[in-house]
DNA sequence: TGTTAGCACTCATTCAAATAGAGTGCTAAC
DNA sequence: GTTAGCACTCTATTTGAATGAGTGCTAACA
């Protein structure tokens, strides 16, 4: 691809109309821009300038007697090359994350906290795990029902009752729990096979039975988890807040996307890919997957929760989204994850 | 209330325009009417019948020269006196529930069969509980880390890591986890008051300390189960089907409620109260809490999940939406789920 | 007394034409 | 290289007329 570089006044004109743009929606005219920049030059010299710029293909009229509007080229420019990082200024009010035990709880929080601080919607993917098996806990909870807890890397809990199950001693339930513990703990679902199964199996004994009961149900724990990559979305509608997303067609495609998580984790674990040198990926119009989001830019970023737990949050707004805004926010959000859990 | 009752004609009229209405969402005039219902009269005479509906409120005109569109009142009588239970056909497909582990995972799934069977928008509100203490178990995770695991009635499991904790053994371990059981299990929140926190704390003796951080997290966990009341949703996007819905304001305001917990929670539970005999209500227009559903119905149902689990679920859409069916729908669904769960 | 045909009237919707206004492209002068 | 000026283009808005669905009312009829 064509490196694409702007002197300076190019460079100025394209942040003037593309900031102006971000406010108000509307086409940007010469004269507007002639006004309000700081480079005192006609609307004349400027609608010279924004012919180059149209034909380098940054800016474009919707139509013929029209201001100027960016391209998605433009924007990604501007993204680039034009945006002025302001970190600090975000660190001033930190976002306010309370501790939670259970993730799903966290990611619904932060989704929340994010939809909120930016005014667009925000996404957060659960982490994508090895899955490795941590803790397994057989107890009778009442008579004739046996619960397996089962504990996953990042403290995903699942829990199930084993029904008409034959009671045991807490003597017995110590003895099954040390052994399934000791022999599992720390493997992921590809390496408890076949031999350490019927190892299980035979060390467990008169206990045979219901060994077999819980082995199919860490089996199953494990596998469900690595089935299911959960989504949390928040704000979804702020898309209403911003015209040209809110029209019937749009704002249907748009949320009906939202409401499919498969869909997500595409368009957020593609994230991964191409990234910025913070950590942070910038998405502009048809350089999203998802078809309905053409309109839309997606700005995600990858959490990291320790124990490998890594996962992906992003924002998604009309492709006039503030920028900068959102990447300082998502970046002081990051920071302050890391500061928690780390 | 004046009881409002309608001679056969006017009823067949009345039914007549609504069926109608609820298919086209288009007014319906009188010669419609004389030529597709079965009391074969002219269109004048549908007239004459119609200003008499119009007089009693049932009906009304957009605008002087448009046919007739039901009022609330007109969906009011449609509902309690004119639709036909056809309860015996819709038993024929039944949803297909899957049983599974964790409730919110029911309870998602419910939703988005309802969405999908009915083509509206589906809620479900988790069981109000008094939300019993069911089973507690300790245990050493890893080293330095002690995890409490924490059930609650109907299987709702909060756990949480005790760091920095001293180790102890595997039979210290069980001694306390029978005494914390023997003495808290099956107590609501309300009962676990301070005679029964210093006993516990008493007993454990020199495990006084861990004891402390134990009854802690129980109290939290039980606690926060009491505030929260998760509401699912599903099929949101429905009403992008319906032209008098999907108009950005509107829309914009459905959506928005969909999205906010707390005004679901109160348009589902005070459905508790005025019940039909089947046990379904049915909420038309006005008759809603939520300001911004006033143009939509919502019927709801109370299932029964045992355990003294009992919550509402309901569905949401246009004010012309197909009451019989979407009745028919719930009823099954509740139904199926009662053979399920006892 | 209830039903029907006929007709004038109302009002939303649609379409085309006229108008206003924003903004451009281009040229010529500075 | 910059600027003023002007013709030109195209959208958005307004206006008015035509269309048509549907009503209300009256008078005749069974």
Known sequence: MDEIQLDERKGSILKAVIDTYLKTGEPVGSRTISKFSDLHVS???????????????????????????????????????????REQESREHELLIQ????????????AKLLAQNTQYTAMIAGPHLGKKLKYVQLSQAEPGKLMVVVVVEG??????????????TPEELLGLNIMINSTLNGLSISEINLGVINELKNQAGKYRDVMEDVLSVIG?????????????????????????????????G????????????????????????????????SENR???MKD?????????????????????GPKRMDYEKVVATLMGLIEQ???MYH
Chains 1, 2 share one sequence.
């Open 296 to 316: 839309c830019s997606l700005v995600t970023a990858n959490y990291d929760f320790g124990e490998g737990m890594i996962g992906t949050i992003g924002v998604i």
């Open 155 to 168: 403290n995903l809990i699942r829990n199930f009752m084993l029904p008409e199950s034959e009671d045991l």
């Open 254 to 285: 748009i949320l009906t996307a939202l409401e499919e998580q498969e869909q997500l984790v595409t368009a957020l674990s593609t994230a991964v890919n191409t990234e910025k040198a913070n950590g942070i990926s910038v998405y502009i119009g």
């Open 43 to 85: 609307s004349a010299t400027i609608r010279n300038e924004m012919v180059d710029l149209e034909e380098m293909g940054l800016l474009t009229q919707p139509h013929t007697s029209a201001g100027r509007i960016p391209t998605d080229l433009g924007y990604r420019y501007y993204v680039d090359h034009l945006i002025m990082e």
């Open 220 to 252: 199953e724990a494990i596998r469900s988890e690595e089935g299911e990559q959960p989504v949390f979305t928040s704000g979804a509608t702020n898309i209403f807040k911003y015209p040209e997303l809110s029209d019937g067609e749009k704002a249907s």
């Open 337 to 339: 994850l890391n500061k």
């Open 99 to 110: 501790k939670v035990d259970r993730m799903e709880v966290l990611m619904q929080q932060l």
């Open 290 to 292: 998802i078809e309905s």
